[in-house]
């Protein structure tokens, strides 16, 4: 195979005359952009410590009032990627928000997908399209793009949690804004879309003829997904992953269009090696401790600990406990990988 053309190549007066023209040759750029084999990547495996991050996040909240932030974020940002960026990976912005006591984030709506992922303290809610979804540690808040959605704390001391969004993707595509409009009215029951939809298998006949909304459960409780967690740790052989996807209870695939969610449970002692996958990744700690193997980079993590998975990774994941199980949620671009037909699961780093 010859190596291709390079810009050095060209006279230098054609190369302006081109540039003039708002035109480039594509050779000198051709294996940069479509490489052989595997995609290059800016992605760095990166861990970020909730230990370092925390203080920095309560001291938000005395620097910044709620109403000068609208949302009080921190923003975890890959320095592979150009911390301006604010990427997690290419496609996963993820941020860390502190909310007070007493204190609102405004009703709005917008473009990108997002989810929330409870981190610590309780009393905090979301009201997504007109239903009050408590947020207690380790819960999955559902915010589906142009779903109205605000948030606030009755409870007492800081509530801090994960936010996860599609943002890099839709700024990307320049479709990326929000609206905003008063509080919304809560014209649903408590617990709605979990006691209608979270049994599991078993759905309100009347869901069977009612047309599809495309978001019918806003609320995963993280007390649920741990219990089934531990009940599918029981039957799933050793070095196997015990991994739940989170889905849309109606049709059984991925509950947002863009990005996944999983949870994974490392049993005591236990080290998984993943399947390596085309999708890139987010892994946030919900309890426990251990070490990662990211492409190489080992990484040391612990509870409310979040790393970053470029695509085509290899991964392998030590629980550092030999009595108790550690527990890490997944933020992946795999619906998006499946809808556009470049998802893939390479089987030969399967064990
Ligand atoms: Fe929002």
């Known amino acids: 195979m010859s190596a291709l053309g390079t810009i050095e190549d060209l006279p230098?007066?054609?190369?302006?005359?081109?540039?003039?023209?708002?035109t480039l040759p594509l050779w000198p750029s051709l294996r940069a952009m479509l490489p052989h084999g595997i995609p290059s990547r800016k992605t760095q495996a990166t861990v970020w410590h909730y230990s370092d991050l925390r203080p920095n996040l309560m001291r938000a909240g005395e620097l910044t009032p709620i109403e000068k932030a609208e949302r009080r974020v921190l923003v975890l940002c890959n320095p592979g990627l150009g911390l301006d960026n604010m990427k997690a990976t290419p496609t996963i912005y993820i941020g860390m928000q502190l909310i007070l006591p007493g204190e609102v984030?405004?009703?709005?709506?917008?473009?990108?997908?997002?989810?929330?992922?409870?981190?610590?303290?309780?009393?905090g809610f979301t009201v997504v399209g007109g239903e009050k979804l408590p947020m207690e540690k380790g819960d999955l808040i559902?915010?589906?793009?142009?779903?109205?959605?605000?948030h606030g704390h009755e409870g007492t001391g800081p509530v801090v949690w994960m936010d996860a969004l599609d943002l890099p993707l839709v700024y990307g595509m320049e479709a990326s804004f929000s609206t905003e409009s008063p509080s919304q009215t809560i014209d649903k029951p408590s617990e709605y879309g979990i006691t209608r939809l979270g049994l599991g298998g078993v759905v309100p006949y009347d869901s069977l003829d009612a047309p599809r909304v495309p978001y019918p459960m806003l609320r995963f409780p993280w007390k649920t997904v741990r219990a089934n967690l531990r009940g599918l740790a029981g039957v799933t052989p050793k070095g196997k992953p015990v991994q739940l996807a989170y889905v849309n209870p109606e049709t059984g695939r991925e509950c947002l269009p863009t990005l996944g969610f999983s949870a994974i449970q490392l049993r005591p002692?236990?080290?998984?090696?993943?399947?390596?996958r085309s999708a890139s990744a987010v892994l946030h700690v919900v309890e426990g401790f251990g070490s990662a193997q990211i492409d190489g980079a080992g990484l040391k993590?612990?509870?409310?600990?979040?790393?970053?998975?470029?695509t085509h990774a290899r991964v392998t994941l030590a629980n550092g406990s030999s009595t108790n199980s550690t527990y890490l949620f997944v933020v992946d671009d795999a619906p998006l990988q499946r809808k556009m037909g470049i998802y893939q699961v390479f089987s030969e780093d399967i064990k």
Do not use: C, I
Not at 114 to 121: F, H, I, K, L, T
Not at 301 to 310: C, I, L, N, Q, R
């Open 142 to 150: 559902l915010t589906p793009p142009g779903l109205w959605h605000e």
């Open 269 to 276: 002692g236990e080290e998984l090696t993943l399947p390596r």
């Open 12 to 22: 230098k007066e054609y190369v302006d005359d081109l540039v003039a023209q708002n």
């Open 105 to 123: 984030a405004p009703n709005h709506k917008h473009t990108p997908s997002a989810v929330r992922v409870v981190v610590e303290g309780s009393g």
């Open 301 to 310: 993590f612990g509870e409310s600990d979040t790393m970053a998975v470029p």
